[in-house]
């Protein structure tokens, strides 16, 4: 008799990765994280990324070590900066006049723990946009019909976003929107899960 996958959680309250994984179709529940996500001095985008991933996956399995626990986390830079989540529409506007006319790297960090079988896969999407030289006048009109508040360079790209973009160079097209699938599927094969 074969056992059942082990309960599937995923450590974010991030509605887009909340869809995202429910495109493969696995039962899964959603906790936050209690986790501080404030930057460490001199941490560069990918380590951030990565560090960030793996303590919010590690901050829920320590509550439920039978289950499977995905925690992901994306840090955006251009450059010497590094982007968080902008809050607000004056935020949104000048992460975007840094990136115009630039390229954008865009690190997706996944961590999963099992904690049950100590064991953790821990990997990394990285997506490069180009962006156009944007005017101040798109900018503004991009900000105030897509309110991109809470994603990591202000750029929703499952949204009108896509229209700031002169080209998108990446190997998994999830990744940019927060959870790489493509990688993240192997993952959750190899922890039992029915997957195509």
């Known amino acids: 008799m074969t056992l059942p996958p082990p309960a599937l959680i995923l450590a974010s309250t991030s509605p887009y990765r909340r869809e995202l ?27 951030r990324a ?21 925690g992901a986390d994306q840090v955006a830079s251009c450059g010497e900066l590094i982007f968080d989540k902008p809050g607000n529409a004056e935020a ?9 006319g630039r ?7 996944v961590a999963v723990v099992h904690a049950g ?3 953790n ?20 009109a991009y900000v105030a019909a897509d309110r991109p ?4 360079g202000s750029l929703r790209s499952e949204g009108l976003g896509i229209s700031l973009c002169e080209r998108i160079e990446s190997q998994d097209p999830t990744g940019l929107i927060g959870l790489p699938l493509i990688r993240l599927a192997s993952s959750l094969r190899a922890c039992g899960y029915a997957l195509p």
Do not use: N, W
């Open 92 to 100: 949104a506007r000048a992460q975007l006049r840094a990136q115009s």
């Open 117 to 119: 079988r100590g064991a």
């Open 21 to 47: 994984l429910g495109r493969l179709g696995l039962p899964f529940t959603v906790q936050r994280p209690d986790v501080d996500e404030r930057p460490v001095a001199g941490e560069r985008p990918q380590a």
């Open 121 to 140: 896969d821990c990997f990394t999407d990285l997506t490069t946009v180009v962006m156009r030289t944007l005017s101040d006048a798109e900018i503004d």
């Open 50 to 70: 990565e560090r960030l991933a793996l303590a919010k996956a590690t901050a829920v399995a320590v509550l439920h070590p039978q289950a499977v626990i995905i």
């Open 103 to 109: 390229s954008a790297q865009f690190y997706s960090a």
């Open 149 to 152: 508040f809470d994603c990591a």
